[in-house]
Protein backbone atom coordinates (compact mmCIF):
# COMPACT_ATOMS: atom_id res chain seq x y z
CA UNK A 1 0.00 0.00 0.00
CA UNK A 2 0.83 3.84 -0.15
CA UNK A 3 1.71 5.93 3.11
CA UNK A 4 0.00 8.51 1.02
CA UNK A 5 -1.96 10.89 2.75
CA UNK A 6 -3.58 12.73 -0.67
CA UNK A 7 -7.08 12.57 -1.86
CA UNK A 8 -6.45 13.25 -5.29
CA UNK A 9 -9.33 14.69 -7.59
CA UNK A 10 -9.88 16.34 -11.14
CA UNK A 11 -9.56 20.05 -10.32
CA UNK A 12 -8.65 22.67 -9.71
CA UNK A 13 -10.97 23.70 -6.53
CA UNK A 14 -14.64 24.58 -8.33
CA UNK A 15 -15.16 21.47 -10.71
CA UNK A 16 -18.20 19.39 -9.86
CA UNK A 17 -15.64 16.30 -8.75
CA UNK A 18 -14.61 19.03 -6.41
CA UNK A 19 -18.06 18.92 -5.14
CA UNK A 20 -17.74 15.60 -4.69
CA UNK A 21 -14.28 14.92 -2.69
CA UNK A 22 -15.70 17.15 -0.11
CA UNK A 23 -19.41 15.49 -0.15
CA UNK A 24 -17.93 12.41 0.28
CA UNK A 25 -14.50 12.94 2.92
CA UNK A 26 -16.34 16.05 4.27
CA UNK A 27 -14.70 19.87 4.11
CA UNK A 28 -11.78 18.83 5.66
CA UNK A 29 -10.95 14.95 5.76
CA UNK A 30 -10.26 13.22 8.64
CA UNK A 31 -7.01 11.35 9.77
CA UNK A 32 -4.50 14.15 8.33
CA UNK A 33 -5.43 13.24 4.88
CA UNK A 34 -5.09 16.37 2.66
CA UNK A 35 -6.60 17.23 -0.85
CA UNK A 36 -4.84 17.00 -4.14
CA UNK A 37 -6.25 18.49 -7.04
CA UNK A 38 -5.09 17.36 -10.13
CA UNK A 39 -5.06 18.91 -13.85
CA UNK A 40 -7.13 15.65 -15.51
CA UNK A 41 -8.58 12.53 -15.19
CA UNK A 42 -5.21 10.78 -16.64
CA UNK A 43 -3.19 12.15 -13.82
CA UNK A 44 -5.47 11.11 -11.14
CA UNK A 45 -5.57 7.24 -11.94
CA UNK A 46 -1.46 7.85 -12.31
CA UNK A 47 -1.71 9.01 -8.75
CA UNK A 48 -3.30 6.13 -7.45
CA UNK A 49 -1.19 3.83 -9.44
CA UNK A 50 2.49 5.29 -8.41
CA UNK A 51 1.19 5.82 -4.65
CA UNK A 52 1.23 9.53 -4.80
CA UNK A 53 -2.16 9.43 -3.44
CA UNK A 54 -4.10 7.32 -1.56
CA UNK A 55 -7.60 8.03 -2.64
CA UNK A 56 -8.86 9.20 -6.03
CA UNK A 57 -12.04 10.16 -6.84
CA UNK A 58 -13.22 10.90 -10.50
CA UNK A 59 -16.32 11.55 -12.25
CA UNK A 60 -18.08 8.71 -13.99
CA UNK A 61 -21.34 8.65 -15.93
CA UNK A 62 -23.99 11.05 -16.12
CA UNK A 63 -27.70 11.12 -16.05
CA UNK A 64 -28.12 12.62 -18.93
CA UNK A 65 -25.54 12.06 -21.23
CA UNK A 66 -23.75 8.57 -19.93
CA UNK A 67 -20.33 6.93 -19.69
CA UNK A 68 -17.47 9.94 -18.87
CA UNK A 69 -15.34 8.55 -21.90
CA UNK A 70 -11.90 9.02 -20.08
CA UNK A 71 -12.79 7.12 -17.02
CA UNK A 72 -14.34 4.54 -18.93
CA UNK A 73 -11.31 3.62 -21.45
CA UNK A 74 -8.72 4.88 -18.33
CA UNK A 75 -10.87 1.90 -16.36
CA UNK A 76 -11.41 -0.58 -19.25
CA UNK A 77 -7.19 -0.04 -19.37
CA UNK A 78 -5.73 -0.69 -16.59
CA UNK A 79 -4.85 -4.31 -15.30
CA UNK A 80 -5.30 -4.64 -12.73
CA UNK A 81 -8.43 -2.57 -12.50
CA UNK A 82 -8.00 0.25 -9.26
CA UNK A 83 -10.72 -0.97 -6.20
CA UNK A 84 -13.80 1.27 -6.14
CA UNK A 85 -14.30 1.83 -2.43
CA UNK A 86 -17.05 4.48 -2.36
CA UNK A 87 -19.22 6.13 -4.89
CA UNK A 88 -21.39 10.32 -4.67
CA UNK A 89 -23.82 11.30 -6.70
CA UNK A 90 -23.24 15.46 -7.45
CA UNK A 91 -26.44 17.19 -8.93
CA UNK A 92 -24.70 18.80 -11.56
CA UNK A 93 -26.09 22.78 -11.97
CA UNK A 94 -24.16 24.40 -15.03
CA UNK A 95 -23.93 28.31 -14.97
CA UNK A 96 -22.43 30.47 -18.14
CA UNK A 97 -19.72 32.35 -17.12
CA UNK A 98 -17.51 35.39 -18.07
CA UNK A 99 -15.44 38.08 -17.15
CA UNK A 100 -17.34 41.65 -16.58
CA UNK A 101 -15.79 42.85 -19.77
CA UNK A 102 -17.55 40.14 -21.98
CA UNK A 103 -20.74 40.88 -20.47
CA UNK A 104 -20.93 44.55 -21.14
CA UNK A 105 -19.76 43.47 -25.19
CA UNK A 106 -22.82 40.98 -24.79
CA UNK A 107 -25.16 43.91 -23.46
CA UNK A 108 -24.14 46.01 -25.92
CA UNK A 109 -23.98 43.88 -29.32
CA UNK A 110 -25.78 40.79 -28.39
CA UNK A 111 -24.76 37.26 -27.56
CA UNK A 112 -22.87 36.81 -30.98
CA UNK A 113 -20.01 38.69 -29.55
CA UNK A 114 -19.39 35.14 -27.73
CA UNK A 115 -16.87 33.51 -30.41
CA UNK A 116 -16.12 30.55 -27.67
CA UNK A 117 -17.66 28.42 -24.89
CA UNK A 118 -15.31 26.60 -23.14
CA UNK A 119 -16.21 23.27 -20.98
CA UNK A 120 -15.45 19.90 -20.25
CA UNK A 121 -15.97 17.64 -23.18
CA UNK A 122 -19.03 15.93 -20.88
CA UNK A 123 -20.95 19.01 -20.33
CA UNK A 124 -21.56 19.40 -23.82
CA UNK A 125 -24.56 17.26 -24.31
CA UNK A 126 -25.81 18.31 -20.97
CA UNK A 127 -26.83 21.72 -22.52
CA UNK A 128 -27.46 21.07 -25.79
CA UNK A 129 -31.18 23.48 -25.91
CA UNK A 130 -29.30 26.61 -24.26
CA UNK A 131 -25.99 26.44 -26.41
CA UNK A 132 -28.41 25.75 -29.74
CA UNK A 133 -30.52 28.66 -28.59
CA UNK A 134 -28.09 31.30 -27.26
CA UNK A 135 -24.51 30.58 -28.89
CA UNK A 136 -25.54 28.79 -32.15
CA UNK A 137 -22.18 29.37 -33.93
CA UNK A 138 -19.58 29.56 -30.84
CA UNK A 139 -17.02 27.61 -31.55
CA UNK A 140 -17.02 24.76 -28.25
CA UNK A 141 -13.73 24.06 -26.93
CA UNK A 142 -13.16 21.32 -24.74
CA UNK A 143 -10.81 21.70 -21.91
CA UNK A 144 -9.90 19.34 -18.87
CA UNK A 145 -12.10 21.06 -16.26
CA UNK A 146 -14.73 23.31 -15.55
CA UNK A 147 -13.56 24.89 -13.14
CA UNK A 148 -10.25 25.44 -15.75
CA UNK A 149 -12.50 26.62 -18.22
CA UNK A 150 -14.32 29.41 -15.97
CA UNK A 151 -10.47 30.57 -15.54
CA UNK A 152 -10.05 30.53 -19.28
CA UNK A 153 -12.80 33.24 -19.78
CA UNK A 154 -11.36 35.21 -17.26
CA UNK A 155 -8.48 37.26 -19.72
CA UNK A 156 -10.59 36.97 -22.67
CA UNK A 157 -13.28 39.17 -23.88
CA UNK A 158 -15.44 37.01 -26.52
CA UNK A 159 -15.40 33.77 -24.70
CA UNK A 160 -17.77 32.23 -21.71
CA UNK A 161 -17.35 29.28 -19.64
CA UNK A 162 -19.92 26.52 -18.35
CA UNK A 163 -19.09 25.36 -14.90
CA UNK A 164 -20.70 25.32 -11.30
CA UNK A 165 -21.10 28.14 -9.49
CA UNK A 166 -18.34 27.27 -7.01
CA UNK A 167 -15.65 27.91 -10.08
CA UNK A 168 -17.36 31.72 -10.44
CA UNK A 169 -16.03 32.71 -7.42
CA UNK A 170 -12.84 31.02 -7.38
CA UNK A 171 -12.11 32.08 -11.26
CA UNK A 172 -13.37 35.35 -10.05
CA UNK A 173 -15.76 35.73 -12.98
CA UNK A 174 -19.19 36.44 -13.37
CA UNK A 175 -22.58 34.68 -13.91
CA UNK A 176 -24.56 35.43 -17.35
CA UNK A 177 -27.07 32.87 -17.20
CA UNK A 178 -27.67 30.14 -14.27
CA UNK A 179 -29.37 26.80 -14.95
CA UNK A 180 -28.35 25.74 -18.37
CA UNK A 181 -28.75 22.06 -18.26
CA UNK A 182 -31.12 20.59 -20.44
CA UNK A 183 -32.62 18.24 -17.59
CA UNK A 184 -33.57 19.99 -13.95
CA UNK A 185 -32.19 16.80 -12.83
CA UNK A 186 -29.04 16.26 -13.89
CA UNK A 187 -26.73 14.23 -11.66
CA UNK A 188 -22.96 12.53 -11.73
CA UNK A 189 -22.21 9.91 -10.37
CA UNK A 190 -18.14 10.02 -9.04
CA UNK A 191 -15.87 7.09 -7.85
CA UNK A 192 -13.57 6.93 -4.91
CA UNK A 193 -11.04 4.29 -5.96
CA UNK A 194 -8.20 3.01 -4.25
CA UNK A 195 -4.76 1.27 -5.98
CA UNK A 196 -6.21 -2.47 -6.32
CA UNK A 197 -3.32 -4.52 -4.06
CA UNK A 198 -2.96 -8.27 -4.42
CA UNK A 199 -5.38 -10.30 -2.38
CA UNK A 200 -7.94 -7.62 -1.60
CA UNK A 201 -11.85 -8.84 -2.10
CA UNK A 202 -13.36 -7.54 -5.09
CA UNK A 203 -16.84 -5.20 -3.62
CA UNK A 204 -20.30 -5.63 -4.97
CA UNK A 205 -19.54 -2.10 -6.00
CA UNK A 206 -16.55 -2.85 -7.74
CA UNK A 207 -18.80 -5.66 -9.46
CA UNK A 208 -21.57 -2.72 -10.31
CA UNK A 209 -18.55 -0.86 -11.83
CA UNK A 210 -18.11 -3.95 -14.23
CA UNK A 211 -21.12 -4.29 -15.00
CA UNK A 212 -21.38 -0.63 -16.08
CA UNK A 213 -17.94 -0.77 -17.82
CA UNK A 214 -18.95 -4.02 -20.11
CA UNK A 215 -22.09 -2.75 -20.72
CA UNK A 216 -24.41 -5.56 -19.01
O1 LIG B 1 -15.00 19.31 -15.02
C1 LIG B 1 -15.58 19.05 -13.94
O2 LIG B 1 -16.03 19.91 -13.17
C2 LIG B 1 -15.78 17.64 -13.58
O3 LIG B 1 -15.82 17.29 -12.41
C3 LIG B 1 -16.13 16.72 -14.71
C4 LIG B 1 -17.58 16.86 -14.96
C5 LIG B 1 -18.04 17.68 -15.96
C6 LIG B 1 -19.41 17.81 -16.17
C7 LIG B 1 -20.30 17.14 -15.37
C8 LIG B 1 -19.83 16.35 -14.35
C9 LIG B 1 -18.47 16.19 -14.16
Known sequence: MTNSKLIAYLGPPGTYCHQAVTQYFGKTPAGHYEYVPLNTIADCFTAIQDG?????????????NGPVKFTYDLLLKMSPRPSIVGDTNVKVVHYVLAAPATLQKITQSGEDAVHTVYSHPQVWGQCTRYLTAHFPNAARISVDSTAYAATLTANERNAVAIASIAAADIADVQVYAAEVQDNQDNYTRFLVMQRYVEGMERTELDRSVDRELLGS
Open 52 to 64: TAAYVVVPFANSS
